[in-house]
């Protein structure tokens, strides 16, 4: 079954939240470190099953722009001069739902690791 599709993305950049709207009535609103913690680049993703990196001190990571890639999705570049993954309407859906346990799981990485956000 296909993926919903996007019908408004919205970013806020004072509280530094992405929020996107898909045609089945869901909406969600993504915090900028969440995004950028879980890019789709190779640089965080790894080039194969297992070789994510944990992404660390981006607490206050923003976005300065979103760009537009043909009907599948969006660049986004981070303040941080992370400009490398294209966020599909997919993997932006995928994040949505996600988000209740990938946050706290994210956290939980980060403080057994010894990392900060």
Same mark, same amino acid.
């Given at each position: 079954?296909? +993926?919903?599709?996007?019908?408004?993305?919205?970013?806020?950049?004072?509280?530094?939240?992405? =929020?996107?709207?898909?045609?089945?009535? =869901?909406?969600?609103?993504?915090?900028? =470190?969440?995004?950028?913690?879980?890019?789709?680049?190779?640089?965080?993703?790894? +080039?194969?099953? $297992?070789? #994510?990196?944990?992404?660390?001190? #981006?607490?206050?990571?923003?976005?300065?722009?979103?760009?537009?890639?043909?009907?599948?999705?969006?660049?986004?570049?981070?303040?941080? $001069?992370?400009?490398? $993954?294209?966020?599909?309407?997919?993997? *932006?859906?995928?994040?949505?739902?996600?988000?209740?346990?990938?946050?706290?799981?994210? *956290?939980? =990485?980060?403080?057994? #690791?010894?990392?900060?956000?």
């Amino acid at each position: 079954m296909p +993926h919903p599709r996007p019908l408004d993305i919205v970013l806020h950049s004072a509280s530094r939240i992405l =929020e996107v709207a898909f045609d089945n009535g =869901e909406r969600f609103r993504l915090p900028c =470190e969440y995004l950028r913690v879980n890019s789709p680049s190779a640089e965080v993703q790894g +080039h194969g099953p $297992g070789q #994510k990196i944990l992404v660390s001190g #981006k607490r206050n990571v923003g976005i300065t722009a979103l760009e537009p890639t043909g009907h599948y999705g969006v660049l986004i570049r981070f303040d941080d $001069g992370h400009a490398t $993954g294209i966020f599909g309407w997919d993997t *932006l859906y995928d994040l949505g739902r996600a988000y209740d346990t990938a946050w706290p799981a994210y *956290l939980a =990485e980060l403080d057994a #690791k010894g990392l900060s956000r």
